[in-house]
């Protein structure tokens, strides 16, 4: 425990020793590399055996009465472990990517900070230290996401970021401010003992979703990830969607499964209902993005509703007693925090290495980056591949397990869930698909094909650095796939300690296989799929090569008869994304299709474009808006009081508050 905070300490230290190196040529090469090697410390510190009892310390810091409280148990374990995994690979990406920053003291100072509050907010087991931290995080991260300034849009993102954290922040402060009663407890352990009614129980789940789900980009409360991710950094945007979005969901799970006491049923269904909205909304919207790092931002929003489903059936099986599902439920829950973070990561850094080899995050303005990027390439296909819950990469396991808890809901006593639960799966499933078409129609109209513009296709391979840190993180992407056992052992004690019970050890089940409850029952293999794939390609390649008497010959794609040399022929991602768009886009926005056609005889091209509209934005947040702008205009003349209408309002709001103190 000292040694990991002594790493945080120096994280925290090496935001302002950027600025001593600031006029060193290699000042970027010299923070990165001193963040990657901290977080990397503090990995192996997390993971190293340590006894089953929770580590906790005080230091005299904070308050003066509190001091600030600390305390690694396995869940914070499991968090930090994903937390300082991805920030170890941002920074040896960085490394590389950084080196062409033009302004990198915009962002040096910041990151190894950004990663410092996300390390404290996890370590942190007390309500002072915990959104102390939280707001450090927040405001590091804005300060990253604001770095090029220069652009007004991304002015605006950072603006809307800044407003949504602090959003966020007041709601989880309003949360611990209920959970410490009238006693006005901090600590966490104060909180756990705490009595409360069903009103306040209420009060705090619906704050902390608000709060926590607001970072973590539940719709509606999502508006900002797909601002803010596009404006960063692409090494930013991978640890802000892969790491910072995952410290939400420890936030949520560290309140609602700890702090609030034995749940009843309908705690489930906030997180089921936002869940189920939030995968189905964020995938539609990735399905019609053409801007990449926008659709990887979409598809963040949907994973984080696969993992809000997950948890909510575990409440709901945690209620009604029933251990083994609930374990299930919760393993496949952080399971799928691990893998999106190792995923999501690669995908980030896959967009970040095309848009620094093009220019370019429009996937209609690329192709062919697979003849002049095939390392990258490649590692970016199997981050899909991973991310579209293929066999036999990560993705797949995790909700594997989440529709295993689904099938065990038959047996839970209340019809509502016995109700929801199926249509939850339904739009998970559904969600499933349509983020595999995501995938396709992103890998195969930025990578395949013929490029559509001069970028593209004087586009080069990235740096070592950055094919480096991608291929760390797809190696892993294999392992957890093809060996899930291991997970899901080691997130084992964390649902023991949460939820009452755990899955059966999976190391003891034969041929490395899983069994999420018994072998007769349902069963997965992911390495025999591993070596039946791998196998069955290469063997029907050979044979093929073997048999066929004739030698292999290259020549051109069929063109039906119709030679047309331009790439503006081939088939272009607003194309592909048509038949969703208009079946199921009026789901998440409005669309608005722009058809210009020339009479018969004229030469004139056509023009087509696609109008989207987000509804909440439309529905929720500009009438929020104009009624903030009403009443602040209302409220305008408060400048312009005497000093005596002054003393009259401080006197009258002193005797109302006596007023509701007294009632």
């Given at each position: 425990m000292t040694l990991i905070l002594l790493c945080v300490a120096a994280l925290l230290a090496l935001g302002p020793l950027a600025l001593v190196w600031r006029d060193r040529p290699d000042v970027s090469r010299r923070v990165y590399a001193a963040a990657g090697v901290l977080c990397g410390a503090i990995f192996l510190l997390d993971i190293l055996p340590r006894g089953a009892d929770a580590l906790t310390t005080t230091l005299p810091f904070g308050l003066p009465w509190l001091g600030v409280h600390l305390r690694l148990d396995p869940l914070s374990g499991f968090f930090l472990a994903v937390v300082n995994l991805g920030g170890a690979a941002a920074s040896a990406y960085a490394i590389g990517y950084g080196a062409h920053e033009k302004d990198p003291m915009r962002i040096l100072?910041?990151?190894?900070?950004?990663?410092?509050?996300?390390?404290?907010?996890?370590?942190?087991?007390?309500?002072?230290?915990?959104?102390?931290?939280?707001?450090?995080?927040?405001?590091?991260?804005?300060?990253?996401?604001?770095?090029?300034?220069?652009?007004?849009?991304?002015?605006?993102?950072?603006?809307?970021?800044?407003?949504?954290?602090?959003?966020?922040?007041?709601?989880?402060?309003?949360?611990?401010?209920?959970?410490?009663?009238?006693?006005?407890?901090?600590?966490?352990?104060?909180?756990?003992?705490?009595?409360?009614?069903?009103?306040?129980?209420?009060?705090?789940?619906?704050?902390?979703?608000?709060?926590?789900?607001?970072?973590?980009?539940?719709?509606?409360?999502?508006?900002?990830?797909?601002?803010?991710?596009?404006?960063?950094?692409?090494?930013?945007?991978?640890?802000?969607?892969?790491?910072?979005?995952?410290?939400?969901?420890?936030?949520?799970?560290?309140?609602?499964?700890?702090?609030?006491?034995?749940?009843?049923?309908?705690?489930?269904?906030?997180?089921?209902?936002?869940?189920?909205?939030?995968?189905?909304?964020?995938?539609?919207?990735?399905?019609?993005?053409?801007?990449?790092?926008?659709?990887?931002?979409?598809?963040?929003?949907?994973?984080?509703?696969?993992?809000?489903?997950?948890?909510?059936?575990?409440?709901?099986?945690?209620?009604?007693?029933?251990?083994?599902?609930?374990?299930?439920?919760?393993?496949?829950?952080?399971?799928?925090?691990?893998?999106?973070?190792?995923?999501?990561?690669?995908?980030?850094?896959?967009?970040?290495?095309?848009?620094?080899?093009?220019?370019?995050?429009?996937?209609?303005r690329l192709g062919g980056l697979i003849h002049r990027m095939p390392r990258t390439a490649f590692l970016f296909l199997a981050a899909c591949v991973a991310a579209a819950a293929l066999p036999p990469l990560n993705g797949f396991v995790s909700e594997w397990l989440i529709f295993q808890a689904i099938l065990l809901s038959p047996a839970l006593p209340q019809w509502t869930l016995k109700l929801a639960t199926p249509a939850v799966g339904v739009a998970l499933a559904l969600s499933a698909a349509l983020g595999a078409a995501a995938y396709v129609r992103a890998f195969g109209v930025a990578f395949l094909g013929r490029p559509r513009g001069a970028a593209a296709e004087q586009a080069r391979e990235t740096d070592q650095w950055s094919l480096g840190a991608m291929a760390a993180l797809v190696a892993l992407c294999v392992l957890a796939g093809v060996l899930p056992s291991v997970m899901i052992d080691t997130i084992s004690p964390a649902a023991a300690d949460f939820v009452g019970g755990r899955m059966p050890t999976q190391a003891n089940v034969a041929w490395l296989s899983i069994a999420p409850v018994a072998e007769s029952r349902s069963s997965y293999n992911g390495l025999l799929v591993f070596l039946f794939i791998a196998i069955s390609s290469f063997g029907t390649r050979h044979l093929i090569r073997s048999l066929w008497p004739r030698p292999v010959r290259r020549a051109p794609a069929w063109d039906c008869g119709f030679v047309e040399p331009s790439p503006m022929t081939q088939y272009t991602a607003s194309s592909f994304a048509q038949p969703f768009r208009r079946t199921l886009g009026h789901i998440a926005f409005s669309v608005r299709e722009h058809l210009d056609m020339p009479p018969p005889g004229s030469t004139r091209p056509a023009y087509f474009a696609v109008e989207t509209g987000e509804r909440f934005v439309a529905y929720i947040y500009e009438p929020l808006t104009k009624a903030v702008w009403f009443c602040a205009r209302r409220l305008n003349v408060v400048n312009y009081m005497s000093i005596q209408e002054y003393l009259a309002l401080v006197f009258a709001a002193l005797v109302f508050m006596l007023i509701i103190v007294a009632l």
């Open positions: 100072p910041f990151f190894p900070a950004f990663i410092a509050g996300m390390n404290g907010v996890i370590l942190a087991d007390d309500a002072f230290t915990f959104l102390v931290a939280w707001e450090f995080m927040s405001l590091s991260s804005f300060a990253l996401v604001i770095s090029h300034h220069h652009d007004a849009e991304n002015r605006a993102a950072a603006y809307i970021y800044l407003l949504m954290a602090s959003f966020g922040t007041l709601c989880l402060l309003m949360a611990f401010g209920v959970l410490g009663g009238v006693s006005g407890a901090y600590g966490f352990d104060a909180m756990r003992l705490a009595a409360r009614t069903p009103w306040t129980t209420g009060a705090v789940l619906a704050l902390v979703t608000l709060g926590a789900g607001s970072k973590a980009g539940l719709v509606p409360l999502h508006i900002w990830l797909p601002l803010a991710h596009p404006a960063a950094p692409s090494h930013v945007s991978a640890l802000m969607s892969g790491v910072m979005t995952k410290v939400a969901i420890y936030g949520f799970i560290r309140i609602v499964f700890d702090l609030l006491g034995a749940p009843a049923f309908w705690w489930a269904l906030h997180p089921l209902v936002f869940g189920a909205v939030s995968a189905l909304v964020g995938v539609l919207f990735a399905t019609a993005q053409s801007d990449l790092k926008k659709l990887l931002a979409y598809s963040t929003i949907e994973n984080i509703g696969v993992i809000f489903i997950a948890l909510g059936l575990a409440l709901a099986f945690k209620a009604n007693g029933q251990a083994l599902p609930a374990a299930l439920a919760f393993t496949a829950a952080l399971f799928h925090v691990f893998n999106h973070s190792l995923f999501k990561s690669t995908l980030f850094f896959g967009a970040g290495a095309v848009l620094g080899a093009t220019g370019e995050r429009n996937i209609e």
